[in-house]
């Protein structure tokens, strides 16, 4: 038998105004640790950016001491702006996402109508991973898995004996991630669940949202590959392939587009850089109108 993977001590924080959960993952023999989708505090009418959620973040690094060696995107959020530039300024660490996050670029680039100024091969990250790519964090072992079908970047960073999933999959009684974004897919999404779900039993499972599924009054953000794949709503053990994407698509078809989609993209295809200046000095988010 191999050696037992490490277990990471795990510190979440939810933000309630886009029911996102950040992570703070530590290696329990060092002071070395990463942090999981951030989150930028944006308030879509006055258009004004604040850093509370991430100060929430910065202030336990500092608390423990720790060393931040990575800041880990698992997608081009649509739903929240990144706090990954102010984490990085502040704490340091290497700022990574998939390396697919280049065709995010090349799709919203174009529904954006970006210049030549807005590069679409991934520079504004430090880092991009390719598939089964292995890092560390102190003396935790990981690895990078590309999960696409919620978006085609997403990524999965299994880390000693847990695994961050992103919006991939949800809480077994809420379900799976949506498809109908630019670039989603439904049968892609299943394939990628399904790689997930041969992960060992008893794999913990951090998610990065939750919306409280009906009949549950707490949320929660933990559970395990073993209970995803048995009672997952949507993808339980037993459902096809076929069945999953005529559910996914017709369940999609219905939801509204998330309030924060379109100044999200803008800003996390940019690894959480707003955009440029004009000559005014100040910075503009597009609003691309009757095209999505």
């Given at each position: ?92 660490g290497t700022l ?55 978006t085609p ?140």
């Amino acid at each position: 038998m191999g050696t037992p993977a490490l277990s990471p001590l795990v510190t979440s924080f939810f933000d309630p105004a886009t029911f996102t959960v950040s992570h703070l993952v530590q290696d329990p023999t060092s002071d070395a640790c990463a942090i999981v989708d951030s989150v930028l505090d944006f308030d879509a009418p006055s258009g004004r950016t604040a850093t509370r959620s991430a100060e929430n973040i910065a202030a336990i690094v500092t608390e423990r001491q720790l060393k931040v060696a990575w800041i880990l995107e698992t997608h081009a959020h649509a739903d929240h702006l990144t706090a990954a530039p102010w984490l990085r300024q502040r704490l340091g660490g290497t700022l990574a996402i998939g390396a697919q996050i280049t065709a995010v670029q090349r799709t919203f680039g174009d529904i954006f109508n970006e210049d030549d100024r807005f590069a679409r091969d991934g520079r504004q990250f430090d880092h991009l991973f390719i598939d089964g790519e292995t890092f560390s964090i102190g003396g935790l072992q990981a690895v990078a898995l590309h999960v696409p079908g919620h978006t085609p970047a997403c990524m999965a960073y299994v880390i000693g004996d847990a695994v961050f999933v992103g919006d991939t999959l949800f809480m077994p009684d809420y379900g799976s991630a949506r498809c109908d974004f630019p670039g989603g897919d439904a049968r892609t999404l299943y394939r990628s669940i399904q790689r997930l779900m041969s992960l060992p039993d008893a794999t913990r499972v951090f998610l990065c949202h939750d919306y409280k599924a009906p009949g549950r009054d707490d949320y929660a953000w933990e559970t395990t590959i073993l209970a995803e794949r048995t009672s997952n709503v949507h993808v339980h053990e037993g459902i096809d392939a076929d069945t999953f994407v005529r559910m996914r698509e017709a369940r999609d078809a219905t939801l509204p587009m998330p309030r924060l989609l379109l100044p999200s993209v803008q800003v996390n295809m940019r690894a959480g850089n707003l955009p440029e200046p004009e000559g005014n000095g100040v910075r503009y988010l597009k609003l691309p109108l009757d095209l999505l």
